[in-house]
């Protein structure tokens, strides 16, 4: 999303639940959605600490009272996003969740810190399926690898807003947030959601890389490892939003 005052890519959050806070929506839609109101209506000087504050309660307005005892001990069960967000006044690159950015050139990301170890189980168990017979195809079909790693994932996410950020409508740490500062000289600056593997300086070159790891490696298991496969029908592996600006 673009405003006068802040540009930002938000990510929502594929639920790893059955509870939903919309009948129209997925809860990461829904997440997505109230986090750019926040923005769309935010003052030009909001901070920071202002904003996560700000989409914190955003969210948190949509759960029951009586849903917030069970929602405190089930991160789990809340909806999610993350968002990266440039705020022109601030000068600043904000950086809450898993999101990243290119700052001339220079990466900077947010990743859960469970992401590698997970992704690299599923690659583990996707490799002794094909091993036993079973095809590329049949796993684009049917990701039997992830099934295996979601109860793991249930439970790397007890540290949601603890060991790492997110906005779920719960406090989030801010020193698991990631603030860039940018001085008052030219930059080139791209935000992107994690549907990126490898984030490049245009959009033409972040889709050529994204199709080329794609077509080598559709079960992402070897080039690049996810807690996911590119299912068969769909236009990638996840979604993904992407933003080049100068400033």
């Not at 967000?85 to 990466?107: I, K, P, T, Y």
């Not at 249930?154 to 997110?166: R, S």
């Not at 801010?174 to 490898?198: C, H, N, Q, W």
């Amino acid at each position: 999303m673009v405003t006068d005052d802040f540009v930002a890519v938000i990510d929502g959050s594929t639920s790893k639940s059955s509870r939903r806070y919309s009948l129209f929506s997925t809860n990461g839609a829904l997440a997505m959605h109230l986090v750019s109101k926040v923005l769309l209506h935010a003052k030009k000087d909001l901070t920071l600490s202002q904003f996560c504050r700000e989409a914190t309660q955003a969210v948190r307005k949509k759960y029951r009272k009586k849903e917030l005892p069970h929602l405190s001990e089930h991160p789990e069960d809340r909806m999610a996003a993350s968002a990266a967000v440039f705020s022109r006044l601030r000068r600043e690159l904000w950086l809450v969740g898993d999101c990243q950015c290119l700052v001339n050139g220079q990466l900077y990301d947010n990743p859960k810190p469970y992401e590698d170890s997970l992704a690299q189980m599923r690659a583990d168990e996707t490799q002794r399926c094909l091993a036993a017979g079973v095809t590329v195809d049949q796993l684009r079909h049917k990701d039997t690898a992830r099934d295996i790693i979601i109860p793991h994932m249930l439970e790397a996410m007890k540290g949601q807003n603890k060991t790492y950020a997110v906005i779920d409508g719960f406090d989030i740490p801010m020193d698991k947030v990631k603030r860039i500062s940018l001085t008052f000289e030219p930059f080139d600056i791209v935000l992107a959601t994690d549907g990126y593997p490898v984030l490049m300086p245009t959009l033409n070159e972040s889709e050529a890389t994204l199709r080329q790891l794609l077509t080598n490696d559709p079960l992402n298991i070897s080039q690049f490892k996810a807690t996911k496969a590119w299912m068969a029908g769909n236009d990638s592996f996840d979604d993904r939003a992407y933003i080049r600006i100068k400033v």
